[in-house]
């Protein structure tokens, strides 16, 4: 079974730093990529940033790049989201998601299992 | 960046009736497309991937199709816990993107 600890989430003040941690278990962390999704209140969902199983590839929304660092220990089963400069606007439900495996297609792009997510606000 | 666009944006339906709902990509994403599920407070639930492939555990009542830039999800005999949010998403190219939710009441 698939399971997770989501960690790190809390009130920060703009211009602050967030480190947020997903601890995964029940499958074979390193062998899959993992993402960051988050949805403001009332909103909906908004992709953030992927990472290769390696973690040698990384990919961030234009409205995080340059801000937000994803990083993994695969030794750890871990996902890390660094996040600094932070702004009211990034105030949300911060979710990781598994990516799935299609073995019809070798297509590694899609989530199939999701944490349950931890609140990041951004405010004075 | 790739928009999609779900209709409708809420829909009323009543126990055992049939939905439909709609997602249109602005460019052609072949079938990189997934379906969500989603309750209040709680995470999204992956239903769809490769636009209709199952996920595993997700009963044969959600069913989907579409490839290039249309494409739906069809939910049937709706039962109370069927009752959420929808979203589509495109992974055919970064930045993914969703579509806005289609919120499912009973009517």
């Known amino acids: 079974e698939v399971q997770w600890l989501e960690s790190g989430g809390g009130l920060v003040q703009p211009g602050g730093s967030l480190r947020l941690s997903c601890a995964a278990s029940?499958?074979?962390?390193?062998?899959?990529?993992m993402s960051w999704v988050r949805q403001a209140p009332g909103k909906g969902l908004e992709w953030v940033s992927t990472?290769?199983?390696?973690?040698?590839?990384?990919y961030y929304a234009d409205s995080v790049k340059g801000r937000f660092t994803i990083a993994r220990d695969n030794s750890k089963n871990t996902l890390y989201l660094h996040m600094n400069s932070l702004r009211a606007e990034d105030t949300a439900v911060y979710y990781c998601?598994?990516?799935?495996?299609?073995?019809?297609?070798?297509?590694?792009?899609?989530?199939?299992?999701w944490g349950q997510g931890t609140l990041v606000t951004v405010s004075s | 960046d790739i928009q999609m666009t779900q209709s409708p944006s809420s829909v009323s339906a009543s126990e055992g009736d049939r939905v439909t709902i709609t997602c249109r990509a602005s460019?052609?994403?072949?079938?990189?497309l997934a379906w969500f599920q989603q309750k209040p407070g709680k995470a999204p639930k992956s239903l769809i991937y490769?636009?209709?492939s199952l996920q595993s555990g997700v009963p044969s009542k959600f069913s989907a199709s579409g490839s290039g830039t249309d494409f739906t999800l069809t939910i049937s005999s709706l039962q109370p816990e069927d009752f959420a949010t929808y979203y589509c998403?495109?992974?055919?190219?970064?930045?993914?993107?969703f579509g806005q939710g289609t919120k499912l009441e009973i009517k």
């Open positions: 998601a598994k990516h799935g495996y299609d073995i019809l297609t070798g297509s590694r792009g899609h989530f199939d299992y």
């Open positions: 029940g499958f074979t962390f390193s062998s899959y990529g």
């Open positions: 990472i290769d199983r390696s973690g040698a590839g990384t």
């Open positions: 460019q052609g994403i072949s079938n990189y």
């Open positions: 490769a636009a209709s």
């Open positions: 998403q495109q992974y055919n190219s970064y930045p993914y993107t």
